[in-house]
Structure formats: structure tokens, C-alpha cells
RNA sequence: GCCCCCGUAGCUCAACUGGCUCGAGCAACCGCCUUUUAAGCGGUGGGAUGAGGGUUCGAGUCCCUCCGGGGGCACCA
């Protein structure tokens, strides 16, 4: 109990906690007993760090001023004791010096400022001036505790570097390593600059359910839960297709979701079970007007948060077909090769190796992720995909065999998946039954058949391209990260 | 689900082939110094080495099981 206790931050007694926290605690009590409220209801007036910053960009070395500033954050860093110190306060803007001066302050306040502990959250008054040394500095004029902080934060110079914790209590993470802070902030900026850029050109955003009675839309294996009042199953959604489709059917012409899809699969790098989609609908277009404005959005998303890295996001992309791809990095024409054995045979004659339970679309698949996704580093589109791989997308208009369907892929990740959109009710439940077929054969991640998008469609659905992209590998190619974890602030751990 | 690696103080890290009471920096506490920049100097406190079992005169170190994390495989976006 007492080892819970100190792990939960409960209240346990002085002599069950570690000496870090038990200081604070002793501290919190001595505020208290001083009449000093510790955890205050307001501090208005802030002014952001970096503005502060801003607004003395000019001050010479050493050059003083009487501008006063009231500035809020967290007590990160002090140096020195006694008639003078410096400390720093960190808010999300930014970072800025204090300097502590008794003769200003009084012994006192002095002594009450300088045992604040580091993590405290402090709100200041303070006078600009640039010191010697060039850092521009609020001399503090007046203080206030905002909130007292009862545990100690991580290291000062190395930041938090246990990737467990950074990922379990990211609030750590983003107290201690300003990178992790601007991270989160591009990634917001990614997803207002996608609303900015849809929303321009004539996309109106839309909320579907979340929960649904039929998961569809892609494949997958969903989570299940129960709605007690109705007494029956619903799954979380795995896409947002299948309900945009029909907003399409209802004419609101140009639809966006930008949301959260659930997927009951493994985790990865590159996987999270939770994860952020952006799907797109617009009718009157195709694939290629898709492709068109899949390119330009990325391209704007990277302007907008100023991406640095080696990728070039300007359009026209790399284009490819997909058969083509795989010919060209295998040497297997799977055009020439359409059932499985044939596949087969291929591929071992170029010494590939070929999963003994594999169909022949997913020799496919397995011949794009392993020999081909890897080269696709700089913006590629792969087009004209097999039809037995894509239920919900519209024939070829002159490869038989073959859909209008393409992926994007940047860094050799797959970040995007679009098509001319069947619009055939006719058609749409044949390949519905097809996927039935594949179902009763043992595969899981199937799409099920759905009666209302059927009858949807029969109302008529305009020629229409949509596509999905998968916001947090996009956060992920903009950041330069390796790992969806890094872009996501809480991702999937074990309890 | 399988394979490999990792888990030492609040945080960042040490500890030779098993060998004295597991050390140091930051943080904390008590002082000194004062325009500092990872401030400096002196002192003090703080650890069931992830958990449980085993081998051994002796285990942070070797073995087994479990928990948690990372990477890879499989599956997928």
C-alpha cells in the first residue's frame, strides 16, 4: 500500500515519500502557513514570452529599460542565491531570464522568490533589459505563485530521454524538451493548414458516426462495442468512405472528414490503433483531378509549416502504375501473371520468395510493400491497381482488369489512397459478393456488404473522386520522424 | 503471436571476466560567492538495482518465469 501510494500520488504521510517529493510537500505546507494561496485562481494580462522578446529585439548589450512586462510560466532553470540570481521561465512560447535582485525586491520576497521550486508555476512583472552577456532579461518587480508543482521535472540538461515515460506522460515530454513542444505545434498547424486549403477551395466539412452498426469503407478488422439501450453490437469506424459517399448521393458535391479511424491490427511504427484520417470527395472528378489536388494540398501544408527537410513536395509528383513499378523493381509482370500459380511461378523463377497461404492479391501487396514501397522516397503516385485489391473503385476506363485507383507515397510510406469512386449500385454489390466469397474462405479483413450504401448509390451518385490520407504520417513526413508514436501525444501502451 | 536488445536515486548516466557498504552529475537541503548562461565552491540527505524464483561462499552482473519498453518479423493505412 504505502509503495502504491508513492507511485499514485496519493497523500501519503512525509515519512513514506521519496525526499524530492516530501521537500515540496513541506513547502506547500509552509506557503500555507505563511497565508500564501498556492494554487490562485487567475493572473490576467500575460504577455507571451516571445513577444516580450519581440518587442526588445534592438536593446544593446547591457542597455536598460523601464518596460514593464507581466510574464506566466514554469520555473525552469535557477543560478545563484543571496542578493542576486537569474532564473528562467519557460511558457509555450518560449524562454526567458529573470533576474532577482534583493535591493529591488526586498529580503523577504528575495528569499520567498528563491525557494520556489524548479516547476513551479510562476507569474512575473518584470523591467526589460538586455544583460552583459546579451540575453535580454526581466528584472522582476513583483511575483506571484500560480500553482505549486508537488513533483520534481526531469532533468534540466538532458531533457527526458526514457522513450516509455516521454510516451506514457507526455506532460514530462513537453515540459522538458522544447522539441517535442514545437513537434505538437506543427502538427496542429498541419491540420489547420489542410482545413485552410479545403475549405478555400470549396470542401465543406462533415462529422459521420463513429460508432456504426456496419463497420466498411476499407480493410480491416474493427473494434466492437455495445450500446446497452439498443442491446446491440456497434463498431467503431475503420474509414469515413462509405458515409461521405453518401453525402455525395445527397448533393452536398464537395465533402471533407478530418478524424480519428480505429483499427483492431498490430502496432508499428507506422501503425497506431487509433490513427487521424483526412478523406476527401468531390464530385464531377476523377483519379487524376485527385491526384492534382492531393499534390497541390501537400505541397501547401508543407509551405504553410515551413517545412525544412530534403523531400520535394512540388508539383507534379513522380508517377508510376503500379504494374509498371513492380515490373521494373522485380522483373514479375503481373499483368501477364492473373491467377495465382502464375504469380507464383514468377516470382520464384526471379527468386522471390512467396508466402505458401497468400492469394493472388496479396502476392501482390507483398510484392509492392517489400520491393517496391522502399524506392518510392521522393512524392510518387502508383496507378491502376488490380481490381480483386480495391471493392469500392470504379473499372479502369480502358485496362481491363484494373481500377482508377492510385497510393501516394513519400519516404517510402504509403500516405495516401484514392480513386475514381464506383458509382455503379450494380456492380458495387457484385464486388460487395466477391468480398463475401473472400470472407466465408477464412480472411478477416473484408469488406462487409452494406444494404444502405447500395441503395445509396441506385439514387444515383454523380462521377466522383475521393481519396484518404493519413494525417499523422503526413505529420510524420513534415517532422521528419520515424515512428508514429513521436507524432501522436498518446499512443497505444500496454496497462 | 515470434525473435533480438533494454529496465540501477525524481531525471541523465557509471559499476573490469560475478567480489568491500552500487557511484557521479542535475534536482533537493544547509552555507559561501555575485551580472550569471549547463554559474562556481564546501557540506548533507536520498536506492527493496522492474517483480518473483534459482545457481553461488558471494548476484546489478549468470539461469528461469513474469511485467513494462524499444527494434525487427508477420498483418495493415
Not at 12 to 19: A, F, I, K, N, S
Not at 190 to 197: D, E, G, L, N
Not at 208 to 217: A, E, K, N
Not at 416 to 422: D, S
Given at each position: ?336 501473371a492473373r491467377e495465382r500459380g502464375a504469380l507464383a511461378a514468377a516470382m520464384r523463377s526471379r527468386g522471390l520468395a512467396v508466402p505458401a497461404q497468400d492469394t493472388w492479391p496479396q ?115 513534415m517532422t521528419g520522424m520515424r515512428s508514429i508514436r513521436e507524432v501522436v501525444l498518446f499512443p497505444a501502451m500496454r496497462d
Amino acid at each position: 500500500m504505502a509503495e502504491e501510494e508513492a507511485h499514485g500520488g496519493a497523500m501519503p504521510p512525509d515519512g513514506e515519500l521519496p525526499e524530492v517529493l516530501a521537500a515540496r510537500r513541506r513547502k506547500l505546507d509552509a506557503l500555507r502557513d505563511e497565508g500564501i494561496e498556492p494554487f490562485p485562481h487567475e493572473f490576467r494580462g500575460v504577455e507571451p514570452i516571445a513577444a516580450v522578446r519581440d518587442a526588445h529585439a534592438e536593446l544593446e548589450h547591457g542597455e536598460e529599460t523601464d518596460v514593464r512586462h507581466r510574464v506566466a510560466g514554469r520555473l525552469a532553470a535557477r543560478r545563484g542565491q543571496g542578493k542576486m540570481a537569474f532564473l528562467d521561465l519557460v511558457d509555450r512560447s518560449g524562454r526567458i531570464q529573470l533576474q532577482a535582485r534583493v535591493d529591488v525586491l526586498g529580503a523577504e520576497a528575495m528569499e520567498r522568490l528563491l525557494h520556489f521550486d524548479l516547476g513551479d508555476l510562476l507569474g512575473v512583472d518584470g523591467t526589460a533589459f538586455r544583460s552583459r552577456r546579451g540575453e535580454l532579461t526581466l528584472r522582476v518587480q513583483d511575483f506571484t505563485l500560480l500553482a505549486k508543482s508537488l513533483r520534481p521535472p526531469p532533468e534540466k540538461h538532458h531533457g527526458l530521454q526514457d522513450t516509455e515515460t516521454r510516451f506514457r506522460r507526455r506532460e514530462l515530454d513537453l515540459i522538458a524538451n522544447a522539441e517535442a513542444r514545437e513537434l505538437f505545434l506543427t502538427r496542429a498547424h498541419v491540420i489547420s493548414a489542410v482545413r485552410r486549403f479545403l475549405d478555400r477551395e470549396g470542401f465543406v466539412e462533415v462529422e459521420t458516426p463513429v460508432l456504426q452498426p456496419l463497420y466498411g469503407g476499407a480493410a480491416a478488422r474493427p473494434f466492437t462495442t455495445h450500446h446497452n439501450a439498443l442491446s446491440r453490437t456497434l463498431y467503431l469506424r475503420i474509414a469515413t468512405e462509405l458515409y461521405l459517399k453518401r453525402l455525395i448521393v445527397g448533393g452536398l458535391e464537395r465533402v471533407y472528414e478530418l478524424g480519428k479511424d480505429f483499427r483492431n491490427e498490430g502496432l508499428s511504427p507506422k501503425h497506431n490503433p487509433e490513427f487521424t484520417v483526412l478523406e476527401f470527395y468531390e464530385a464531377y472528378a476523377d483519379y487524376l483531378d485527385i491526384a492534382s489536388r492531393c499534390e497541390r494540398l501537400v505541397a501547401y501544408v508543407a509551405d504553410q509549416v515551413g517545412y525544412q527537410g530534403a523531400h520535394d513536395f512540388t508539383p507534379p509528383w513522380h508517377r508510376e502504375t503500379l504494374a509498371g513499378a513492380i515490373l521494373d523493381r522485380t522483373g514479375v509482370d503481373i499483368l501477364a501473371a492473373r491467377e495465382r500459380g502464375a504469380l507464383a511461378a514468377a516470382m520464384r523463377s526471379r527468386g522471390l520468395a512467396v508466402p505458401a497461404q497468400d492469394t493472388w492479391p496479396q502476392l501482390v501487396d507483398e510484392l509492392l510493400s517489400k520491393h517496391v514501397e522502399p524506392t518510392l522516397i521522393e512524392p510518387t503516385f502508383l496507378f491502376d491497381y488490380p481490381v480483386e485489391l480495391s471493392p469500392l473503385a470504379k473499372r479502369h476506363r480502358s485496362r481491363p482488369g484494373l481500377v482508377e485507383r492510385f497510393e501516394a507515397f513519400i519516404g517510402g510510406m504509403e500516405i495516401a489512397n484514392a480513386f475514381t469512386e464506383l458509382n455503379d449500385p450494380d456492380e458495387q454489390r457484385r464486388r460487395f459478393e466477391e468480398q463475401r466469397a473472400l470472407a466465408s474462405a477464412g480472411d478477416e479483413e473484408v469488406q462487409p456488404y452494406d444494404e444502405a450504401f447500395i441503395q445509396a448509390l441506385e439514387q444515383g451518385m454523380p462521377p466522383t473522386g475521393g481519396i484518404g490520407i493519413g494525417i499523422d504520417r503526413l505529420v510524420m513526413v513534415m517532422t521528419g520522424m520515424r515512428s508514429i508514436r513521436e507524432v501522436v501525444l498518446f499512443p497505444a501502451m500496454r496497462d
